[in-house]
């Protein structure tokens, strides 16, 4: 019998993970001139939210989809927010695979 996609443990991490992409976003806005005395506690936040996002991202990918759904939900979430981190050939074949994932669905 298979997985109902609601049962698929990478979405509940797919969720998590987007709520720290935007607190981590969030935490990067009004940054204080460098030398600023705010400056270092403003720093301080923005790692920390950093931190938090990266935390559940490895959880994230470390996490073993069990639906087509929940493969395609986490290779789209990954490419949103890691494009510009991922290396050129690399970049290529993720996107590659994410096209086929939804042209057959």
Known sequence: ?????????????IE???????AFEASCEGEPRCHAP????WSDRQH???????NKLFDLVE???TTRQGITQMLDMYLE????LIRENELALLENIQRYLHASA
């Open 81 to 84: 927010y890691e494009r510009g």
């Open 16 to 22: 998590a993970c987007k709520i720290a992409h935007a």
């Open 63 to 65: 996490t073993q989809a």
């Open 1 to 13: 019998m298979p997985v109902k996609s609601a049962g698929d443990p990478v979405l509940p991490k």
């Open 48 to 54: 920390a939210a950093d931190d938090v996002y990266e």
């Open 38 to 41: 705010e400056h270092k506690a």
